[in-house]
């Protein structure tokens, strides 16, 4: 094993789907896995069978554009709802009026813009 990695000390990021990878990663509660942070992603799994746990144990920061047009009210209510009840150590930060990919400007073209990224 590569003894410049500390399995003990692991963190995810991820932006947009990749949001939504490190929150399923978090919802898997693996060992070793200190915090994760989504930019922008996909709050509620994507639809994907993940092996969920009763508790989550790493650190979620959640990034969100306040009107990203990929995550409704009710995904974000849910969402909010299970980390919950996981008690997830869970920071949610909630950008009014920011859109999708609000961390990348400088690659939103403006038929994005008005496709709501």
Known sequence: PDTRIDGDKIGAIGYCF???CALDLARMNPKGLKGVVSF???L???GMDVQETSFIEPLIL???GGDD???SEEQEKAFRNDMY???APLEFVRYQ???HAFSRP???SPADIEAGF
């Open 85 to 87: 009840r996981r008690e």
């Open 40 to 42: 922008h992603g996909i």
């Open 62 to 64: 959640v990034l969100h």
């Open 69 to 71: 047009p990929f995550v």
């Open 18 to 20: 990749g949001g939504l």
């Open 106 to 108: 400088e690659k939103t």
């Open 44 to 46: 509620d799994g994507g």
């Open 97 to 99: 009026e920011a859109l």
